[in-house]
């Protein structure tokens, strides 16, 4: 029996927005099992009027405990991972008062340091920059998924020590990149600010009651769905089937979702959704097959659209038989396809996008669904695009999107993460090594359109912002306790070429693993996982209930290591500013005003509800009521605008006409762009003669990004990792057999994926699963560095994706669907070229450690 049980959510989003909130056992301070949470364990079912959707003859029900993905039960794994920073640690060579050897950043050794050497040092080191160069020449890199905490928030900590020192530092502004196209495409064709993806409101019931089809274009419900919802979305698709919705993949790899639930897949190729739309809305066109009294009544510009489909403006018309050889799916079954959906009500589903959301002019794709679902009356019962992850997104009582949204408790008061709006300097993240690498002034900066962060109106995409600021300098200190650029962000490569610069003078990381960009650090702070902390919760996007929760500590900190918030404040009592730091309050505190923040339905107390360990709010009498969808938009569009600037659809993007008249890379019209000015990364330009393959980089099946890389668990599972002939774990490669026999390739074989940006390695897997063209390795494989800056063992195959943005005027990342060559190769003839990195300790359960990269190993 356990000594005791604590409640702790699973999901990684981090941000402070929990989900899969799971039971952990302890016993002897050690975490002895992970099991899913009972919600009626402290609340009746009478109370919490559980739903259930009632359509076709059949009931699918809210489950009444968690629906736990893998990576749950395998956590404590990463709890006591070999991997753990457990001390803090300096760079061998590296030497504030002499020799900074920034060139061996990623080569050198660490060696270990106390707390108050670490923190000395930091502190001596923002002092010095502050005095020679001023504030806005420190960065903070403080805006990761990972482990979900409140007041120990596990990213950006540092921008609130920053906060305190001033509103000039500078900040790495992430990009939308969950949603690339849709927000910096859709939105400027259907509004939906801020992300420009969609009103989702009830849409679970909907799609029971009127959906016939249902095409999940570029969507896998049986991976991206565990890292954030668990396996209710799963569980749900295996209910359409029963009552009869047809499910459709569109997707170059026969993907899990895919295996699991699909009628019918059709394997596109990479980045070329939008000849296979353009094609689509021909045949409707041609065919007079869609919804023209919806168009005329709720779009405007549909004809500079059909203008440009049936060839008027290039004189190419977009028929099936002009896309099928640029999308790989053949004609007939495009129209099949178009007639299929033009006869039945029909939705679209998403994980979040599609990786090819996040490719180049990735804005183009996206705005062709919004024009399809215009053209069939989007927001007619059964006509809708639903997404089945970051429902929390939408847990506004005006997006209902599920039926499980009973509240909209957050704890959001309590946390202590990112903070950034007060500070007038920022670098888009897309950009970074650009900035690092040129040599920008302030009179003549690097510019860009956009604040860039998720969550900003469409107007502000048309306003020019600049690095440097007036009046600063560049930067020369980073601070980062998000340590996976090269793992998870676009042209890895460059960025390790630019962290090396002799401009940066200074780079800590705090991290819980010694992993990825770690490697490259100064200096290194050891952090705990959530375990080892006591912190406040809430779920009100994955579970069937909104709930909040308080989450107890369950083991006592490993090592040396403290919380990402501790640790920031640890330098801020360096720097004597601890007390502003934390506002004056402990931990406790914190927690508590957390828990009175949130909009709680009914009355408990604090002492009740850390009792219970959870309080949770049951469903609202009237969900089914209300709104579904684009719904309201679509019954009276006058009283219900798009935040468009005419509030319709449009087909014309009026605003992009007259903010950026020139731009050929995203004109006011949708249009299909194999390649342009800015990228060549196509089947149909030259460069594929070198490179002729697409890569689709997915969302890892067993990891989260850059997380969990080192669970033994998972790496024995075939699909998880390849063993090579050396013993050595590869990250799986997927190539079709008619490309493998060309390339003398077979199951098992260890591959070098390659383009002129660098290569990594990864085993191949021969299977139909993928089409041919086409390779496939997951993202976020853990750098193993072969020659750093240019190879990897580890598969990380960021380092390889393109460094340019989505397009002229959108600086979202491309992180898949790009150009590369695979050929067969000899790791015992690698390791004999490359004795260092092929002799490195490693450990097939888990990878490289730390003692790969420590000196006292
Ligand atoms: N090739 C390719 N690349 C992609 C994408 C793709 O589709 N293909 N998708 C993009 C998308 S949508 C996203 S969201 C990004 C994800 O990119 P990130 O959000 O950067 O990825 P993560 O690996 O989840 O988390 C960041 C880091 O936080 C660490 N971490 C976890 N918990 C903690 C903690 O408590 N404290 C500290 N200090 N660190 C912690 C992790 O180990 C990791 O190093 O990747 C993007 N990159
Ligand atoms: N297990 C797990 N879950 C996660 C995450 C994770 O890292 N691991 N990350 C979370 C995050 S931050 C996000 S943003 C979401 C991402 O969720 P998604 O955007 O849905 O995930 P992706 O893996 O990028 O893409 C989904 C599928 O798109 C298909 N696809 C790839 N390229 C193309 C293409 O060119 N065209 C079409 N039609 N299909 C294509 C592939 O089959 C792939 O499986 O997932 C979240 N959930
Ligand atoms: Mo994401």
């Known amino acids: 029996m356990p000594e005791k049980t604590v409640y702790k959510s699973t999901g990684m989003n981090s941000f402070g927005i929990g989900a899969n909130v799971a039971e952990v056992d302890v016993k002897d301070d050690k975490i002895v099992r992970v099991r899913p949470m009972r919600y009626d364990k402290e609340y009746s079912a009478e109370y919490l009027k559980p739903w259930t959707i009632k359509a076709r003859g059949s009931e699918f029900h809210s489950t009444m405990k968690s629906l736990l993905p893998p990576y749950a039960y395998a956590y404590k794994k990463r709890v006591?991972?070999?991997?753990?920073?457990?001390?803090?640690?300096?760079?061998a060579d590296w030497d504030p008062r002499g020799e900074r050897n920034t060139e061996n950043r990623g080569k050198s050794k660490f060696v270990r340091i106390s707390w108050d050497e670490a923190t000395d040092l930091i502190a001596g080191e923002i002092n010095r920059i502050i005095d020679e160069y001023g504030l806005p020449s420190?960065?903070?890199?403080?805006?990761?998924?990972?482990?979900?905490?409140?007041?120990?928030?596990?990213?950006?900590?540092?921008?609130?020590?920053?906060?305190?020192?001033?509103?000039?530092?500078?900040?790495?502004?992430?990009?939308?990149?969950?949603?690339?196209?849709?927000?910096?495409?859709?939105?400027?064709?259907?509004?939906?600010?801020?992300?420009?993806?969609?009103d989702m409101g009830n849409l679970l019931l909907d799609i029971a009651e009127n959906t016939d089809m249902l095409i999940f274009?570029?969507?896998?419900?049986?991976?991206t769905t565990w890292g954030w919802q668990g396996q209710l979305p799963s569980q749900y698709c295996f209910w359409l089937t029963e009552i009869g919705v047809k499910q459709v993949y569109v997707c170059p790899d026969l993907n899990y979702g895919a295996a699991a639930h699909a009628d019918k897949w059709i394997p596109v190729l990479p980045n070329?959704?939008?000849?296979?739309?353009?094609?689509i809305a021909y045949v409707w066109m041609t065919e007079g097959l869609f919804d023209k009294d919806y168009v005329d009544t709720h779009s405007i510009g549909y004809d500079w659209f059909e203008y440009y489909i049936l060839g008027n403006e290039d004189g190419e018309p977009?028929?099936?038989?002009?896309?099928?050889?640029?999308?790989?799916?053949?004609?007939?079954?495009?129209?099949?396809?178009?007639?299929?959906?033009?006869?039945?009500?029909?939705?679209?589903?998403?994980?979040?996008?599609?990786?090819?959301i996040r490719s180049c002019y990735s804005h183009e794709p996206a705005r062709f669904e919004v024009a399809l679902m215009t053209m069939q009356g989007l927001g007619k019962p059964g006509r809708n695009v639903v997404k089945f992850i970051e429902w929390y997104m939408y847990g506004l009582p005006s997006q209902q999107p599920a039926p499980c949204y009973s509240s909209n408790m957050t704890v959001g008061a309590a946390y202590r993460g990112w903070?950034?709006?007060?500070?007038?300097?920022?670098?888009?993240?897309?950009?970074?090594p650009k900035a690092i690498m040129g040599d920008y002034t302030p009179e003549d900066p690097l510019t860009w359109q956009g604040y860039t962060v998720a969550g900003w109106p469409r107007e502000d995409q048309y306003n020019t912002y600049q690095y440097p600021i007036p009046g600063a300098q560049g930067i020369h200190m980073i601070?980062?306790?998000?340590?996976?650029?090269?793992?998870?962000?676009?042209?890895?490569?460059?960025?390790?070429?630019?962290?090396?610069?002799?401009?940066?003078?200074?780079?800590?990381?705090?991290?819980?693993?010694?992993?990825?960009?770690?490697?490259?650090?100064?200096?290194?702070?050891?952090?705990?996982?959530?375990?080892?902390?006591?912190?406040?919760?809430?779920d009100n996007g994955a579970a069937p209930f909104g709930l909040i929760y308080y989450e107890e500590k369950a083991v006592e900190p490993i090592g040396e290591s403290k919380s990402d918030w501790e640790a920031v404040g640890e330098v801020a009592k360096k720097l004597g500013v601890y007390?502003?730091?934390?506002?004056?309050?402990?931990?406790?505190?914190?927690?508590?005003?957390?828990f009175d923040g949130a909009e709680k339905p009914s009355d408990i107390s604090f002492e009740e509800f850390k009792d219970k360990g959870y309080f949770i709010a049951p469903t609202l009498d009237d969900w089914e009521e209300l709104p579904r969808g684009f719904g309201p938009f679509c019954e009276d569009p006058e009283a219900h605008p798009l935040s468009t600037p005419t509030g319709k659809v449009e087909f014309y993007a009026t605003a992009l006409a007259e903010h950026f008249p020139d731009d050929d890379e995203r004109p006011p019209v949708p249009h299909f762009i194999p390649y342009g000015e800015r990228h060549q990364e196509s089947l149909l330009h030259p460069r594929s003669e070198k490179y002729p393959f697409l890569i689709v980089s997915n969302h890892p099946r067993w990891r989260i990004h850059a997380n969990m890389d080192d669970i033994p668990w998972f790496r024995e599972i075939p699909t998880c990792k390849v063993v090579g002939p050396d013993g050595y774990k590869y990250e799986p490669v997927w190539i079709n057999p008619k490309d493998a026999e060309k390339r003398g390739i077979e199951s098992g074989d260890i591959v070098k994926i390659l383009n002129d940006r660098g290569w990594v390695l990864g085993g191949a897997y021969v299977t139909e699963r993928i089409r041919e063209s086409v390779v496939y390795q997951d993202h976020g494989a853990r750098l193993d560095p072969i020659e750093s800056g240019v190879s990897d063992r580890g598969g990380a195959n960021n380092l390889i994706a393109p460094t340019k943005t989505t397009s002229k005027n959108a600086p979202g990342e491309v992180t898949s669907g790009f150009l590369v060559d695979i050929e067969k190769v000899d790791v015992f003839e690698l390791a004999e070229q490359y004795p260092e990195a092929f002799n490195r300790p490693y450990d097939p359960d888990e990878g490289v450690g730390i003692t790969s990269w420590t000196e006292e190993a």
């Open 479 to 538: 601070w980062t306790d998000t340590p996976c650029w090269t793992t998870c962000w676009n042209g890895g490569n460059s960025m390790i070429e630019a962290i090396r610069s002799p401009k940066i003078e200074c780079v800590v990381a705090q991290h819980i693993w010694m992993e990825n960009d770690c490697l490259f650090a100064d200096i290194l702070l050891p952090i705990n996982t959530k375990y080892e902390e006591e912190d406040i919760g809430q």
């Open 318 to 356: 977009k028929t099936p038989e002009w896309a099928a050889p640029i999308c790989g799916v053949p004609s007939r079954q495009i129209k099949a396809l178009a007639h299929e959906w033009a006869k039945k009500r029909t939705s679209m589903a998403h994980g979040n996008g599609g990786s090819f």
């Open 579 to 594: 007390d502003e730091f934390v506002e004056g309050k402990s931990v406790d505190e914190w927690i508590k005003i957390g």
């Open 80 to 91: 006591y991972s070999k991997n753990r920073i457990l001390h803090p640690y300096k760079r």
């Open 138 to 198: 420190i960065f903070i890199q403080g805006d990761g998924h990972g482990e979900t905490k409140v007041v120990h928030a596990s990213h950006g900590c540092a921008t609130r020590l920053m906060n305190v020192l001033g509103d000039d530092w500078t900040y790495q502004a992430r990009q939308p990149d969950s949603w690339e196209g849709w927000y910096w495409g859709a939105k400027h064709m259907w509004g939906q600010d801020p992300l420009g993806q969609f």
């Open 419 to 432: 903070d950034f709006v007060q500070t007038k300097s920022f670098i888009p993240k897309t950009l970074v």
């Open 272 to 279: 070329t959704d939008a000849a296979l739309m353009a094609a």
């Open 217 to 223: 274009c570029g969507c896998d419900m049986e991976t």
